[in-house]
């Protein structure tokens, strides 16, 4: 009986040698071991980036400001993710409904609006006084740099799309967040542990469909950043608007304060966005990939 017990324990001995022995190694040489793979993170990982920017008669100076350093802001992005990237650019206007005292958008007959499929013209019609008009220059297409700046370099250009109009103060920027998030506007954003932004320009707030930011407006915005969390998405708001006695900051206090990993920047104009856009994207990537 030891007989057999010494022999299996030296059986069970022989092969745990054998198992944990590295096979790349012989006696006369050395063991050869290779570092696993880590996986991406965050930027590194790639970007999906949607820009959202009002069009209304007060943005042409921060519209020319990000057509004139376009390259430079699209090239912060392809660094920051490697190359995998991918971009869309959208805007939100606002009018008085057909027959009122303001016409409709200059730009809505100019071939470069006509041209773009329906899909990516909404109108929504169902306030009281006012329509809202969405639209989405271009889609989220992979490393698309070129296209975006062709597409952007029409936005404020009589030969192409003239600029907007937009009434009263608050314009409907939150409406173009929601159909952005949740009804695939801009395409269907990738899953995974990539960094993906909503970019909104803005010198207004949030007024959803009828003209006015109001409890019904702050609920609402609550909702979209509930939305972002759960898709992953970083709500990024420029703006120049800081809030008032007649109106709220109600982005930044209800859609930044509750979307995480959310950040609000204001400014006193938008004379230098263009070099403010491309660190932030920095600033956001270097979180994230100390957070992740």
Not at 266 to 282: A, R, V, W
Request: proline fraction near 5%; aromatic fraction near 8%.
């Amino acid at each position: 009986m030891k007989k057999y017990i010494i022999k299996s324990l030296w059986i069970v001995c022989f092969c745990s040698l054998v198992l944990l022995a590295p096979s790349s190694c012989s006696k006369n040489d050395a063991c050869d071991y290779t570092e696993p793979e880590v996986a991406a993170q965050g930027c590194e990982a790639g970007m999906d980036v949607a820009f959202l920017i009002d069009y209304t008669g007060s943005m042409g100076g921060a519209i020319d400001s990000v057509k004139k350093e376009v390259n430079s802001i699209a090239n912060a992005i392809v660094t920051e993710s490697g190359g995998d990237y991918r971009l869309s650019l959208s805007i939100f206007d606002e009018y008085t409904k057909p027959g009122k005292e303001i016409p409709l958008p200059q730009y809505i007959n100019a071939p470069d609006y006509v041209g773009l499929p329906a899909s990516q013209k909404l109108v929504i019609s169902s306030g009281p006084t006012t329509n809202q008009y969405l639209t989405m220059i271009e889609k989220f297409a992979p490393a698309n740099k070129t296209s975006f700046s062709t597409q952007l370099a029409k936005l404020n250009n009589p030969a192409a799309m003239k600029l907007g109009a937009g009434i009263g103060g608050p314009e409907p920027g939150d409406l173009l967040l929601h159909e952005i998030l949740s009804n695939q506007f801009a395409g269907t954003w990738r899953g995974g542990n990539i960094t993906k932004l909503a970019v909104i320009i803005t010198d207004a707030p949030a007024s959803g469909d009828d003209d006015n930011a109001t409890a019904a407006d702050d609920t609402y915005l609550d909702a979209l950043a509930a939305t972002a969390n759960s898709m992953g998405i970083q709500c990024i708001l420029l703006t120049t608007f800081k809030g008032n006695i007649t109106y709220p900051a109600n982005y930044k206090l209800r859609l930044i304060a509750n979307n995480t990993g959310g950040a609000a920047y204001e400014f006193n104009n938008f004379n230098n966005i263009s070099k403010d856009l491309i660190s932030i994207i920095q600033n956001v990537c270097n979180q994230d990939e100390a957070r992740k």
